[in-house]
């Protein structure tokens, strides 16, 4: 049996950079990708952040603690599907190092 903590431990967290630089390359529209493409996954968090200081590379993601750069409208769903499948395989592994 799997407790709650054992759960809520396997969830996901996506920060989404809102700062202006990467609003300007497209955050917004990819706050709302994000949202359609895990409304119904209880597993995947999102939220909001002010600017991730690395605005050169934006627009920025942060994906369980891991910083994503260069993230575009292009490329969104493939790198977030990836680093999510790469995080929870390790979360069910138990293997916290990469
Ligand atoms: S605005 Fe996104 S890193 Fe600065």
New binding site residues.
């Given amino acids: 049996m799997t407790s709650n903590s054992e759960k809520e431990s396997k969830k996901v967290t996506i920060k989404i950079?809102l700062?202006?630089?990467?609003h300007l390359k497209g955050a917004y529209e990819m706050t709302r990708r994000l949202k359609e493409m895990f409304e119904d996954d209880p597993n995947v968090v999102l939220a909001g952040s002010l600017?991730?200081?690395?605005?050169a590379n934006?627009v920025?993601l942060e994906i369980d603690g891991k910083t994503v750069s260069k993230v575009t409208l292009d490329n969104l769903e493939e790198v977030v599907k990836k680093k999510i499948r790469d995080t929870q395989k390790r979360l069910v592994d138990g293997n916290e190092t990469e």
């Fill in positions: 950079c700062g202006s630089s990467c600017c991730m200081n690395n605005c934006g920025i």
